[in-house]
Every structure is written in structure tokens, then in C-alpha cells.
């Protein structure tokens, strides 16, 4: 069980490879492939339990939500979700998956999609939406708040960080990142969010900045 725990999924742009690490042995091994090649997409640990939304091939931008089971090695394809969709971001809070913003086609056409997953029930439930719309964003979860980072849009990229309460669906604005940037990455440990790389400008660009948003005790 305690390799199920552990393990860390890569899933390359545009095709259906899983790639797992195992950071006891520091190896890396190949999964089952995905049914369906895609990009962009976001991925969610919930009870032992990989779960693969949206994302993008060479045709169409997708709602396919797919659940990975590391023990048995198998796909399993789960309801849709309700908006069409790429460069998300998700995170989980209370056993359920919170799948936020994105885009439907490309830099221009952001969405301010907020909708919840609950993997017991098999189903998808919309709720109030971001109050600013953002693709290439990323979300960490500390006390069972949603911190929800950067974006772009074509005029340029964000810096915004944002809190979310799973319980009242109410968000607040908190400290801005230092760097504004877009397809980042975030991680929370020990009370802190962890926030990595990126692109300062819309479009390809890239840097290796890492940025720590700190909280005291409580981690509000």
C-alpha cells in the first residue's frame, strides 16, 4: 500500500504513456497506457486512486474523466465532466476533486469552470464560478482550502493567488505571487505552497523560479 501512496504520474504531451517513480527505490517504471492519448490535462490522487481529467489531442479538447487503479493496473472510464476543457488545474478536499478554470480552444477562450467531482457517487456537480477567467493556472491545498495560482491570458500572465473555501464556495484574494506566470506548478508541504516554474510571458516561454507562500499555525 505504501507504494500506492508514494508514486508520482508523468503523462507526456499527447499521448496515453504513464510513467510511475517510485521514490523508495528512486526508479521509474511503465504503467498500463492510457485508452486515450491527450495534453494539458490535470491528474488527482483520491484514496489510492489516479484520477485524469480533460486535457487535449491532435482533434478536440476533452471532458473524459478516467481513473487509473495502480494495484491492478487498469482504466477505468468515470461520468464526463460538465465543460470541455484544457490547462486546468484540479485539487482534492475531502475525498472530492475540485477541477478549476482552463480553456476550451486555445489562450483566448479561458473559462471560469468550477465543478466538483465525487468519485463515491460517480458524479459531476457545477459550482459558482471563479471570478476571473485563466488557463495555465495551478492549486495546492493547505487545511482544506484551495489556493489556486497565476494563468494567462493573451494580454499577459497573473500573479494572482487566490483562496477557496470548499464549504461556503466563497473565494478571497491573498498575497500575490512575487513573479506573475503561467503553467506553473504547486505543491503544498508543511504549512507552506511550494510554486514552480512556469512562463512569465503568454504563449511557450518558460523560467525556473520557485516561489514559497508561507502561513503561520493555523495555515489561514
Known amino acids: 500500500m505504501l507504494l500506492v501512496e508514494v508514486i508520482l504520474i508523468e503523462i507526456f504531451y499527447q499521448t496515453n504513456n504513464l510513467f510511475i517513480y517510485d521514490p523508495l527505490s528512486d526508479r521509474w517504471i511503465q504503467g498500463a497506457d492510457m485508452p486515450i492519448a491527450r495534453g494539458a490535462l490535470t491528474a488527482s490522487f483520491i484514496k489510492g486512486i489516479l484520477y485524469v481529467v480533460g486535457g487535449v489531442n491532435s482533434t478536440e479538447t476533452l471532458t473524459i474523466t478516467l481513473a487509473y487503479d495502480p494495484i491492478s493496473n487498469k482504466w477505468t472510464e468515470k461520468a464526463p465532466m460538465p465543460t470541455v476543457r484544457e490547462h486546468l488545474t484540479s485539487s482534492v478536499v475531502n ?50 482550502f484551495i489556493y489556486v495560482f497565476g494563468g494567462e491570458q493573451p494580454e499577459g500572465t497573473f500573479n494572482n493567488n487566490k483562496k477557496f473555501d470548499t464549504v461556503s464556495i466563497k473565494g478571497t484574494s491573498e498575497k500575490s505571487m512575487p513573479t506573475a506566470r503561467h503553467g506553473l506548478v504547486a505543491v503544498s508541504f508543511d504549512n507552506k505552497i511550494y510554486v514552480i516554474g512556469g512562463g512569465p510571458q503568454p504563449g511557450g516561454s518558460g523560467t525556473n523560479i520557485n516561489e514559497v507562500f508561507h502561513f503561520g499555525d493555523s495555515g489561514r
Open 95 to 144: 475525498w472530492k476533486l475540485y477541477v478549476i478554470g482552463g480553456r476550451s480552444n486555445g489562450i483566448s477562450l479561458n473559462v471560469d469552470g468550477n465543478e466538483v467531482y465525487d468519485p463515491t457517487a460517480n458524479k459531476w456537480t457545477t459550482l459558482e464560478p471563479m471570478p476571473l477567467k485563466r488557463g495555465g493556472l495551478a492549486s495546492a491545498v493547505v487545511n482544506g
